[in-house]
């Protein structure tokens, strides 16, 4: 009896897990694809990430806004955005939030990220190094957006560096 029971859980975990695999896999993701600490005092990251769509829909605008409560108090608020050269990038419509959308090409071609592509090289500053923002994904030319999602991003901690002495530090280890 303990062995149907543990092989009737098993099928449901695996069947539960490959639900949820199949309802994000169709939708955009974005993948942090570096970090870098900018300043220590006060402490300021760059977080660098990319886009994946995983999505039948063309990507065309990106909204990163904070968990926060207060954006204008928040650590994790978005102070310099950047991007590559198919993007373009600016602070709000919120506090603390930015945007990112494709630089219209000529009328040949359809903009944005295509169903299956990538983009990388985008980039942002802020004060925290971990932090979760709500992630808005749209389509070309619509106000309202496709897929939203809550993406966290992990910076490592710093390491302040001590001005000191050979001797003084041998001293500590004494």
């Not at 909204?63 to 994790?76: A, I, M, N, Q, R």
Request: net charge negative; with cysteine; charged share 15%.
């Amino acid at each position: 009896m303990k062995l149907n029971t543990l092989a009737t859980t098993m099928l449901l975990i695996g069947v539960s897990m490959g639900l949820s695999a199949a309802a994000t896999a169709g939708q955009p993701q974005i993948v942090q694809t570096d970090c870098d600490t900018l300043s220590t005092d006060p402490h300021l990251v760059q977080i660098e990430f990319a886009l994946i769509n995983n999505s039948s829909l063309h990507v065309c605008q990106i909204d990163l806004t904070p968990l926060g409560d207060t954006p204008w108090e928040d650590p994790c608020a978005i102070n310099q955005c950047g991007s590559s050269p198919e993007w373009e990038c600016s602070l709000g419509p919120v506090g603390g939030a930015a945007r990112w959308h494709v630089a219209i090409p000529g009328e040949e071609e359809i903009p944005g990220v295509p169903p299956g592509g990538q983009s990388t090289g985008l980039t942002f500053t802020e004060g925290e190094g971990t932090c979760c923002y709500w992630a808005n994904y749209y389509t070309c030319g619509t106000p309202e957006p496709f897929h939203t999602e809550v993406v966290c991003f992990e910076c490592d901690q710093f390491v302040q560096v001590q001005a000191g002495t050979w001797g003084a530090l041998k001293a500590i280890y004494r």
